[in-house]
């Protein structure tokens, strides 16, 4: 697999990349500092995730929505993920402020649309969510715009 100019396999040094996910806590700055926390860090590429509430799941209150324990016990699904996306608007300055301190950029998208928007902010590659490994028409319309997509690998 090739992101950029950069191969990535056996026989070749790790590719490390750094998630952005929701610890920018709501901060346009924040964010920024983690892309420039990431490149000191020695990562490769910073990656986010791209969703809204409303790509993710409904604002319902029924049990099966909410979260019954560990960290988030008692949490609404919908108003998690409202607290915790990382907003549409942010995401061209994040990959302008990510091509400056030379780090590659990639996401998850979650569906057709984050895709076609991830499309529009021309990313080199992107990575598949494991719980979303086996939505097949998303991997497959991801697929079909032929950009690497991003195994996680846990060491």
Same mark, same amino acid.
């Given at each position: 697999m090739k992101i950029k100019d950069r191969e990535i396999g056996t026989g070749f040094p790790a590719? /490390? /990349?750094?998630e952005m996910s929701a610890n920018h806590a709501g901060s346009l700055e924040r964010a920024k500092e983690i892309i420039h926390a990431a490149k000191e860090s020695g990562a490769d590429c910073i990656k986010l995730q791209t969703y809204t509430p409303d790509t993710m799941t409904i604002d319902c209150d029924h049990r099966y929505f909410q979260i019954s324990e560990g960290t988030w016990d008692g949490e609404? *699904?919908?108003? *998690?993920y409202q607290k915790a996306y990382t907003p549409w608007e942010w995401q061209q300055e994040l990959k302008e402020e990510a091509e400056r301190a030379a780090i590659d950029f990639l996401s998850t998208p979650f569906?057709?649309?984050s895709t076609d928007f991830l499309e529009g902010l021309g990313v080199s590659a992107y990575k598949i969510a494991s719980f979303e490994l086996v939505d097949l028409p998303l991997v497959t319309y991801i697929r079909a715009v032929d950009k690497p997509l991003? =195994? =996680?690998?846990? /060491?």
């Open positions: 590719y /490390i /990349i750094a609404n *699904l919908y108003h *998690l569906d057709q649309t991003a =195994k =996680k690998i846990c /060491i």
